[in-house]
């Protein structure tokens, strides 16, 4: 299912004030992510933005461990306080400050491989429209201020809106 919400709308003008708060507290790991040396950071799956479950280094710094399996992604081992204090006050937003404005419901959904957790429908910020995606099963049909449209709208929207974002950042 594929919708739509328009610039200007009250749903529109809430959605930005989520995603405002999202890119403040991705600000706030990027910096901090700059500042170790890491390549990237990733943020925990129940965050939505902010926080920092690793870093990805081309080799492991001393004094780090490795998270889980994930290659080259290492967290501060205990004895680096400071960084690790750091880290833990980091801003973060938690998924259900997004599912509320969209009175989006988690549910159960096929990935193709499997059932998962579909906490929130794919976004897509554009400079005149959000789009969102969800799979066609999915229970939710939006809430007031979305606009269901049809996947040739969605996919000529997402095109305008890309183009219109390469052409702001060329200039």
Avoid at 21 to 47: F, I, S
Avoid at 76 to 85: V, W
Wanted: hydrophobic fraction near 40%.
């Amino acid at each position: 299912m594929k919708f739509k919400i328009p610039k200007g709308t009250p749903l529109f003008n809430a959605v930005m004030e989520v995603r405002k708060r999202m890119d403040e507290c991705d600000a706030a790991a990027t910096a901090l992510c700059k500042e170790v040396g890491a390549e990237q950071h990733y943020t925990d799956n129940y965050y939505l933005a902010g926080g920092i479950a690793g870093f990805r280094f081309k080799t492991k710094p001393e004094g780090w461990k490795q998270v889980g399996s994930h290659y080259r992604v290492f967290l501060p081992k205990a004895a680096l306080k400071e960084l690790n204090a750091r880290i833990s006050a980091l801003p973060r937003m938690n998924v259900e400050e997004m599912a509320k404005v969209l009175k989006y419901k988690t549910h159960t959904g096929f990935n193709g491989q499997g059932f998962s957790l579909q906490r929130l429908p794919s976004m897509t910020f554009l400079p005149d429209v959000i789009l969102l995606s969800t799979q066609d099963k999915n229970p939710w049909k939006g809430c007031q201020g979305i606009i269901e449209i049809m996947g040739s709208e969605y996919d000529a929207l997402e095109l305008a809106g890309r183009a219109a974002v390469a052409e702001t950042e060329e200039a």
